[in-house]
């Protein structure tokens, strides 16, 4: 079983007996048992991806609050489509680990560029849910635009799946309806639903956990 399974492998072990008394009392706060934190590109930079070790640290005040008017801000189902998996926290570090350097994946902020602009979780590029849903005003081209991030061609009046990069999409957290969204219009354009992913913890409970938040990476 893999580091991110119940049981660490011999390696891990190895590993962790290796790291000093020093670190070890530094970082109290790991992500599992043996697991203390990753790495992910974000934009042209490299970024640690750890939990905050201010065992004081509170929430963001604006992801602390246990009520807002619904509609719009109403409970997002835990599926959120037939076919498509909802996931984690543990399960997102995979994908970042193991999807985003091999470019196999894309970490998908939904929300609008308000938003984004924030903060984002480390290795995510913005394609706002506004950007893919016809009914919501989306255009051809924006529809285009953003398909081709994710490695869909056009061919005549359809579009080729066949190259389509797995997806994990999330938005601000199991109140909102941005990402939910936005995996439904993928599957109406004929995104296949076995290559999307669905984070519905979204930034709320990325920032309960204590993981980073950073700055929107500069596009080349």
Same mark, same amino acid.
């Given at each position: 079983?893999?580091?991110?399974?119940?049981?660490?492998?011999?390696?891990?072990?190895?590993?962790?007996?290796?790291?000093?008394?020093?670190?070890?009392?530094?970082?109290?706060v790991?992500?599992?048992?043996?697991?203390?934190?990753?790495r992910?590109?974000?934009?042209?930079?490299?970024?640690?991806?750890?939990?905050? %070790?201010?065992? =004081?640290? %509170?929430?963001?005040?604006?992801?602390?609050k246990?009520?807002?008017?619904?509609?719009?801000?109403?409970?997002?189902?835990?599926? &959120? #489509?037939?076919?498509?998996?909802? &996931?984690?926290?543990?399960?997102?570090?995979?994908?970042?680990? %193991?999807?985003?350097?091999?470019? #196999?994946?894309?970490?998908?902020?939904?929300?609008?560029?308000?938003?984004?602009?924030?903060?984002?979780?480390?290795?995510? &590029?913005?394609v706002?849910? =506004?950007?893919?849903?016809?009914?919501?005003? #989306?255009?051809?081209?924006?529809?285009?635009?953003?398909?081709?991030?994710?490695?869909?061609l056009?061919?005549?009046e359809?579009?080729?799946?066949?190259?389509?990069?797995?997806?994990?999409?999330?938005?601000?957290g199991?109140?909102?309806?941005?990402?939910? =969204?936005?995996?439904?219009?993928?599957? &109406?354009?004929?995104?296949?639903?076995?290559?999307?992913?669905?984070?519905?913890?979204?930034?709320?409970?990325?920032?309960?956990?204590?993981?980073?938040?950073?700055?929107?990476?500069?596009?080349s």
């Amino acid at each position: 079983m893999n580091r991110w399974g119940k049981a660490g492998s011999k390696l891990g072990i190895l590993l962790l007996l290796s790291v000093s008394c020093v670190v070890v009392a530094e970082e109290r706060v790991g992500i599992t048992k043996d697991l203390q934190s990753i790495r992910v590109q974000h934009g042209k930079e490299w970024v640690e991806v750890l939990r905050n %070790q201010d065992e =004081t640290h %509170q929430i963001d005040e604006n992801f602390a609050k246990t009520s807002r008017p619904c509609p719009p801000f109403c409970i997002q189902p835990m599926a &959120v #489509a037939p076919g498509v998996e909802s &996931v984690g926290e543990l399960e997102l570090l995979q994908f970042m680990e %193991q999807k985003l350097p091999a470019g #196999a994946g894309v970490l998908v902020d939904a929300r609008t560029p308000d938003w984004h602009s924030k903060g984002t979780i480390p290795g995510s &590029v913005n394609v706002p849910y =506004t950007d893919l849903d016809v009914e919501l005003g #989306a255009d051809q081209f924006s529809i285009e635009f953003s398909l081709q991030q994710f490695g869909v061609l056009p061919r005549g009046e359809y579009w080729d799946f066949i190259q389509a990069k797995e997806l994990l999409i999330w938005c601000n957290g199991p109140w909102c309806g941005q990402s939910p =969204t936005a995996i439904r219009a993928l599957l &109406v354009l004929g995104y296949p639903a076995d290559k999307i992913k669905y984070y519905r913890g979204g930034m709320q409970m990325w920032q309960l956990m204590g993981l980073p938040v950073v700055l929107p990476a500069k596009r080349s």
